[in-house]
């Protein structure tokens, strides 16, 4: 089964500023997906940003991005010029096979003016 | 707006009781997928449909049960509800069923459920 750790249950960073968020994970699969999703207060699971194992070039998204290492089994989210409205509970996520997707326990950032 | 619809939004029930949580895909999404949010278990996957038929299990307790009807919609059944049950539980979907292919998830809002 993958088990998938985020080590850092809360984060506090001015606005404007940079933030990377870490991820590792354990699976014996070798075609597998990515993920960050963000949870703000209203609940919602909105997707950030994907990673599909097989491609070497890391995902951006506007001011999201990814360094995945995958002999390191690592797979971090950076945001840059961080805003009020990242505020919310991050989580990142993998799915290999036909299977649900697999969840870390989360990060909390709260971006502060 | 995900495209995924959940109903209803809160529930409120006593314990031994009996709930259906229902779902609505996006439109041409095939597969529908339900997870439990609790503080201490965290999102857990619960069970995957494909077109009508069961293709995933995972965290899901003997007393929930699931089911994707021919329009796609899905329901999800607890039954002889117990204080450990309150959670958010979430439905998404996707267009596909497996890895090798777009395995983008949309989520719905959820539904709140509390057992007391």
């Known amino acids: 089964a993958q088990k998938i750790t985020q080590t850092q249950p809360g984060m506090f960073v001015q606005e404007k500023e940079a933030v990377t968020l870490d991820c590792t994970y354990d699976?014996?699969?070798?075609?597998?997906?990515l993920f960050w999703y963000k949870q703000p207060p209203s609940r919602q699971m909105i997707l950030v940003i994907r990673?599909?194992?097989?491609?070497?070039q890391n995902a951006t998204e506007n001011r999201f991005s990814v360094n995945f290492q995958k002999a390191a089994k690592s797979f971090s989210l950076k945001i840059s010029d961080s805003q009020l409205g990242d505020t919310a509970m991050y989580f990142c996520?993998?799915?290999?096979?036909?299977?649900?997707?697999?969840f870390g326990k989360g990060t909390h950032l709260i971006i502060q003016p | 707006d995900s495209g995924v619809t959940q109903t209803p939004k809160h529930l409120i029930t006593a314990t031994g009781q009996r709930v259906t949580l229902r779902c609505s895909p996006r439109?041409?999404?095939?597969?529908v997928y339900w997870y439990q949010q609790s503080l201490d278990q965290g999102l857990q996957f619960l069970i995957q449909?494909?077109?009508?038929?069961?293709?995933a299990k995972g965290n899901i307790l003997e007393r929930f049960s699931a089911q994707q009807f021919p329009d796609l919609h899905s329901e999800l059944n607890l039954s002889s509800l117990e204080l450990g049950d309150s959670a958010l539980y979430f439905c998404?979907?996707?267009?596909?069923?497996?890895?090798?292919?777009?395995?983008?998830?949309?989520f719905g809002q959820g539904t709140r459920l509390t057992v007391v």
């Open positions: 996520a993998f799915r290999g096979g036909a299977d649900g997707l697999t």
């Open positions: 998404a979907s996707s267009v596909s069923l497996g890895a090798a292919e777009n395995t983008e998830a949309f």
């Open positions: 449909y494909y077109n009508g038929e069961e293709r």
């Open positions: 990673q599909e194992a097989y491609k070497q």
């Open positions: 699976t014996s699969e070798s075609n597998y997906y």
């Open positions: 439109s041409g999404d095939l597969s």
